[in-house]
């Protein structure tokens, strides 16, 4: 009975601990385990853990911060992951202290593991022989060979959308080495450059990792050499995962970029946004002048086709199909069928506004109004699907289904010519 009795007033005293300074994370996720861990301080053994599994839409797991001398530990970590494969015990051991835990050294961690293989570069421009000059940005290095990711506006100067090397590049290591590099690869649309290096001996590299599970308030480092300041370290948050280039006031050919917070200033051009587990996840490339906290990145996933074009062809090639399309919503649907009854019933897909006359997309039979609900046999809602879907296919007829005006469904093939971006 006395057993019974301390272990109801030990639950009781984790209950108000976790009462006063609990913090609660929710998962996407359909179903997850929570697992609270609270240690208490004396009489009980400093490393002694209470873990509590109770079934929720998310996990959270929470660890202690000595607070002084108050009695009461202060709860400040959390992390965010799958039911585990086994049932959790409630056996007190100290090796259930969490070891990924969001904590004082997170963000530190995953700087340390990014930070050896950042690179300053500067690009000397020579006129007749006479430095007119100086241009400073960021880079990585993404393998042990020297090859060098980084901003294409840091490395090229570009006339319309044909670009030359700045000059010479000097590329300058975490510990103070200097190499010679030379422009592999540049895209002006993308703002992706590859630069390669040579070392006799392996240079450290950073990992690639995946920008698609981003959500904004995510937390992220940016890395980069900001007014020759090597070795810079900033933190934020994904403010906005797919902000649209027409959102800057950028015309051409749509693009998506990451928005964070963190301080991007002149010469971090270049250089990577990293998640918490030490991963690029993107290219920081732009800061809002008239604004603080407004940086953008490309995103890793968008950088890596661009990379893996270069690889295939030397360049990026680019599918051309004449078309102007808008993702459709149920406001924008409501709008077009209060001012047109027989617009489509659909619940989704891609509204075709405007055809371009001799285009790809005119000779196929595309009429202003039509609304792609199926592209290459796959079903789409979004014109980043499209996108996606098209890749580097150029000459290759694609089925596209569109439904017009009465509901009607219509099949037509559509052969996608390469961009001519000099236009």
């Not at 690179?119 to 393998?143: A, P, W």
């Not at 149920?330 to 047109?340: F, G, P, S, V, Y």
Request: proline share 6%; glycine share 10%; charged share 20%.
């Amino acid at each position: 009975m006395s057993g019974i009795l301390r272990r109801f007033g030990l639950i009781r005293t984790a209950a108000i601990a976790g009462f006063g300074s609990a913090v609660l994370c929710c998962s996407a996720d359909d179903r997850f385990r929570a697992s609270v861990a609270v240690r208490v301080p004396g009489p009980l053994p400093d490393s002694l853990w209470l873990t509590f599994p109770t079934l929720f839409d998310s996990q959270c797991l929470l660890s202690s911060h000595k607070s002084g001398s108050s009695g009461i530990d202060a709860l400040y970590s959390y992390r965010v992951g799958p039911i585990p494969s086994s049932d959790v015990s409630g056996t007190v051991d100290d090796k259930s202290k969490p070891s990924d835990y969001f904590g004082r050294d997170t963000i530190a961690n995953a700087a340390a593991k990014v930070a050896p293989a950042v690179v300053n570069i500067s690009t000397h421009q020579d006129f007749y022989g006479i430095v007119s000059g100086k241009s400073i940005g960021s880079g990585t290095i993404i393998n042990k060979d020297g090859t060098i990711l980084t901003s294409a506006h840091v490395v090229v100067d570009f006339m319309g959308t044909r670009g030359s090397a700045k000059g010479k590049i000097e590329v300058t290591l975490q510990d103070g080495r200097k190499f010679e590099g030379k422009v592999v690869n540049a895209d002006l649309h993308s703002d992706i450059a590859i630069v390669k290096i040579n070392s006799e001996t392996p240079l450290p590299e950073a990992k690639l990792g995946s920008s698609s599970r981003l959500r904004p308030g995510d937390w992220v480092i940016a890395l980069g050499c900001p007014h020759s300041l090597q070795n810079t370290v900033t933190a934020g948050i994904v403010s906005c995962v797919d902000r649209k280039s027409s959102d800057l006031g950028f015309s051409g050919m749509p693009r998506e970029y990451l928005q964070t917070d963190c301080a991007i200033n002149m010469g971090s051009s270049g250089g990577p946004l990293v998640n918490m587990d030490g991963e690029i996840i993107g290219v920081n490339m732009m800061k809002l002048t008239a604004a603080d906290g407004l940086g953008f990145s490309v995103p890793i996933d968008s950088a890596s086709k661009i990379i893996e074009h270069f690889k295939r062809s030397g360049r990026v090639i680019r599918p051309w199909l004449g078309l102007k399309m808008l993702d459709l919503n149920e406001m924008i649907i409501a709008q077009l069928k209060k001012q047109d009854a027989s617009f489509p019933n659909v619940s989704k897909g891609i509204l075709v506004p405007m055809v371009t006359p001799r285009s790809p997309g005119e000779r196929a039979g595309f009429c202003p109004g039509d609304v792609v609900i199926e592209f290459d046999g796959k079903p789409v809602e979004r014109v980043k699907e499209v996108i996606e879907i098209l890749g580097d296919k150029v000459g290759v007829p694609i089925k596209v289904v569109v439904k017009r005006k009465g509901d009607k469904l219509v099949t037509l093939t559509v052969i996608p010519e390469e961009a001519n971006l000099d236009i």
